[in-house]
């Protein structure tokens, strides 16, 4: 019939960094019929908004070596495709939209194996091997960064930025902060990402004293799983496990302390926060620092190796750019410069092209 929908599987698991992406692009497709892919247990079984159904596979990765455990994922794979055929096609589905991860390979090579199309979000400046394996597979791969295409050289790239949550785009969010910082004062805020940093965290308790007698407010997201969670007691000082209002936080800080994750990355560029980054030295191949050269090279950020930076440098470094508003002026600029405020829009008109091409 003329009027039913298309419908859409996205296949999207795990962090936020590949959750906010794909939850974002199906704000932008109201009249697709949406259905989620996921794995129990992950994320996305608290984040998927109700109106999006979602079925869920076992799968995961392959870890290093092969042996007995190496046999029992690779069951579990063919088990997913097989489970992910049939979805597809009692579901009549018309393509099938993911922003990487392990999820993405029995999502791809199911929706390939019915002729299906796929568009492959790589949010990364390094795309990661399950893109770099399955991107010349996929119809379309959408990139965050332009950097990105050298290393897909066989597949069919597009560069569309990285989509953010609705409420960094909205105006509305630039409400005053509902925490009790004077509207006169240096705010620094320190994030690790969805998943927190512990080492970050530590480096910042150390430091923080030098910057309260500067007369800056810090506020510190430390994660779920820091052991030293409430060591620090000061009245500038707000720490938080997670905070949900993030846009209007990255606006007022006029300095962020962060991880480089894509995600990350993207909040804030869309907010112009000027950055000192840290990548996460334990990302696959790196990848973190790869996404922290792209802000360094285009002067949004300065970035420090995790194992060569001490408290006592990240506390001069933070108090210089503390004293230099001209310095972090020209950050925020440069960080705007290269946001993509209209991601998720160019990402849908790139879904809907190859979907109903």
Not at 56 to 79: D, N, P
Not at 170 to 187: E, G, K, Q, R, Y
Request: a neutral charge; proline letters at 7%.
């Amino acid at each position: 019939m003329a009027n039913t929908p298309i419908k859409l599987l996205i296949a999207a698991s795990g962090t936020g960094g590949h959750l906010f992406p794909a939850i974002a692009l199906a704000q932008e497709l109201p009249d697709y019929d949406i259905e989620w892919l996921g794995v129990p247990n992950r994320l996305e079984t608290q984040l998927v908004p109700k109106q999006y159904p979602l079925n869920t596979i076992a799968v995961e990765g392959f870890q290093q070596g092969f042996g007995f455990s190496s046999v029992v994922i690779l069951g579990k794979l063919i088990g997913s495709i097989i489970k992910v055929r049939r979805i597809l096609k009692q579901g009549n589905f018309q393509g099938v939209f993911t922003t990487g991860g392990y999820i993405a390979g029995p999502a791809v090579i199911a929706a390939r194996s019915l002729g299906l199309p796929v568009v492959f979000h790589e949010s990364n400046a390094l795309p990661g091997k399950v893109t770099r394996f399955f991107g010349p597979w996929c119809t379309a791969v959408a990139l965050g960064f332009d950097v990105a295409a050298k290393y897909l050289p066989r597949a069919t790239n597009v560069c569309v930025g990285t989509p953010v949550r609705s409420q960094f785009l909205d105006a509305a969010s630039n409400v005053t902060l509902d925490l009790p910082i004077p509207d006169d004062v240096p705010l620094i805020l320190v994030f690790g990402g969805s998943q927190g940093a512990v080492a970050v965290n530590k480096l910042v308790r150390q430091a923080a004293p030098a910057w309260f007698d500067a007369g800056a407010y810090v506020v510190h997201l430390t994660g779920d799983r820091d052991p030293d969670a409430n060591s620090l007691k000061h009245p500038q000082y707000i720490e938080l496990p997670f905070y949900n209002n993030m846009a209007p936080l990255l606006r007022r800080a006029c300095l962020a302390i962060s991880r480089s994750g894509a995600g990350s990355l993207t909040e804030l560029a869309v907010c112009g926060t000027p950055a000192i980054l840290i990548p996460y030295p334990f990302a696959a191949e790196d990848h973190q620092s790869y996404n922290a050269e792209v802000f360094t090279k285009a002067g949004a950020a300065l970035a420090f190796k995790q194992s060569e930076l001490t408290a006592q440098s990240l506390q001069n470094q933070v108090l210089h750019l503390l004293q230099s508003t001209a310095e972090l002026a020209k950050m925020s600029e440069n960080a705007k410069a290269i946001a993509v405020p209209d991601s998720a829009e160019k990402l849908a008109a790139l879904v809907r092209e190859v979907v109903e091409r």
